[in-house]
């Protein structure tokens, strides 16, 4: 299994920089989706904002299920939160239709962007395709492609999607990370001259690709890809703003931030563990009771 998507250090954590370093924000809400996607982000980004001086209670994180409509009572408590004046944002791993109930309460309550500004990691092109985007428009999303990045990859990408699929369709973030990761094999199983696991697999160590940003992915030992991080705000044609670029960043296999996890190693080409402890100097083993 080789990772094409982000890892939190190529989303999650840029983006909480971001409010940190150029938004000012001093209080953070992390809202999510209850499943374990938003709960395992949300777990590293509080160790996180502590690292860097935001005290616990300056940290509301609050989880809702799929599908959840009265968000009245959850929009006043993170209002609430800046009551002493302090620069609220808010860091959303809310998932599906739940998302336009939240941005709309938000609107009711008078708080625009620049008020407590709000950046996504699950809403993309496709999500606000068709939607009214008018109570999104400033607010932010991080991810590691925006169909409006401007390369001639990009722009060819584009071309030929809406060829074959119409031009109303958009592009977005999954669709590139896919795209990465399709040629790769095929590059691998090319060199390898067979599609044998294994011999594709090691021949995947190192493969380089063009991103659609202009940049070159590159796949790890960790079995993660380099991706630039993108934060991109909302536009009132659906579309991303991009207002701020990294180079590459590699992709890390398990977070810094939470202790028991910070020890551990990905490397399968030369220890040939996705677990290794390096205090232990031992691979972990992961025994399933299926």
């Given at each position: 299994?080789?990772y094409?998507?982000?890892?939190?250090?190529?989303?999650?954590?840029?983006?909480?920089d971001y409010?940190?370093?150029?938004?000012?924000?001093?209080?953070?809400a992390?809202?999510?989706?209850?499943?374990?996607?938003?709960?395992?982000t949300?777990?590293?980004?509080?160790?996180?904002?502590?690292s860097?001086?935001?005290?616990?209670?300056?940290?509301?994180?609050?989880?809702?299920?799929?599908?959840?409509?009265?968000?009245?009572?959850?929009?006043?408590?993170?209002?609430?939160l800046?009551?002493?004046?302090?620069q609220?944002?808010?860091?959303?791993t809310?998932?599906?239709?739940?998302?336009?109930?939240?941005?709309?309460e938000?609107?009711?309550?008078?708080?625009?962007?620049?008020?407590?500004?709000v950046?996504?990691?699950?809403?993309?092109e496709?999500?606000?395709?068709g939607?009214?985007?008018?109570?999104?428009v400033?607010?932010?999303?991080?991810?590691?492609?925006?169909?409006?990045?401007?390369?001639d990859?990009?722009?060819?990408?584009?071309?030929?999607?809406?060829?074959?699929?119409?031009?109303?369709?958009?592009t977005?973030?999954?669709?590139e990370?896919h795209?990465?990761?399709?040629?790769m094999?095929?590059?691998?199983?090319?060199?390898?001259?067979?599609?044998?696991?294994?011999?594709v697999?090691?021949?995947?160590y190192?493969?380089?690709?063009?991103?659609?940003?202009g940049?070159?992915?590159?796949?790890?030992?960790?079995?993660?890809l380099?991706?630039?991080?993108?934060?991109?705000?909302?536009?009132a044609?659906?579309?991303?703003?991009?207002i701020?670029?990294?180079?590459e960043?590699?992709?890390?296999?398990?977070?810094?931030?939470?202790p028991?996890?910070?020890?551990?190693?990905s490397?399968?080409?030369?220890?040939?563990?996705?677990?290794?402890?390096?205090?232990?100097?031992?691979c972990?083993q992961?025994?399933?009771n299926?």
């Amino acid at each position: 299994m080789f990772y094409t998507g982000a890892a939190p250090n190529q989303q999650a954590i840029p983006a909480t920089d971001y409010f940190l370093d150029e938004l000012g924000v001093e209080k953070f809400a992390l809202l999510g989706t209850d499943y374990v996607y938003p709960r395992t982000t949300n777990n590293i980004l509080e160790s996180y904002l502590k690292s860097k001086g935001i005290a616990e209670e300056d940290i509301f994180v609050n989880y809702t299920p799929f599908g959840h409509s009265d968000w009245a009572t959850i929009v006043a408590d993170v209002v609430a939160l800046g009551a002493d004046g302090k620069q609220v944002g808010v860091i959303s791993t809310i998932n599906g239709d739940a998302n336009i109930g939240f941005y709309k309460e938000l609107a009711a309550a008078g708080i625009s962007a620049d008020d407590i500004p709000v950046v996504a990691f699950s809403v993309g092109e496709e999500e606000l395709s068709g939607l009214d985007t008018s109570n999104l428009v400033g607010h932010l999303a991080a991810w590691n492609y925006f169909q409006s990045a401007e390369s001639d990859d990009n722009t060819a990408f584009i071309e030929t999607w809406k060829a074959r699929m119409g031009e109303e369709r958009v592009t977005n973030d999954p669709m590139e990370a896919h795209y990465i990761g399709f040629n790769m094999w095929v590059n691998a199983a090319t060199e390898a001259e067979t599609t044998d696991v294994d011999a594709v697999r090691t021949a995947m160590y190192g493969q380089t690709f063009p991103n659609l940003t202009g940049g070159t992915a590159e796949m790890l030992v960790n079995h993660h890809l380099s991706k630039p991080v993108l934060i991109g705000e909302i536009t009132a044609d659906g579309q991303f703003d991009i207002i701020s670029q990294t180079s590459e960043v590699p992709g890390d296999a398990w977070t810094d931030y939470l202790p028991e996890l910070a020890v551990l190693k990905s490397d399968w080409k030369d220890l040939g563990c996705g677990m290794y402890n390096t205090e232990t100097e031992t691979c972990v083993q992961i025994k399933s009771n299926y």
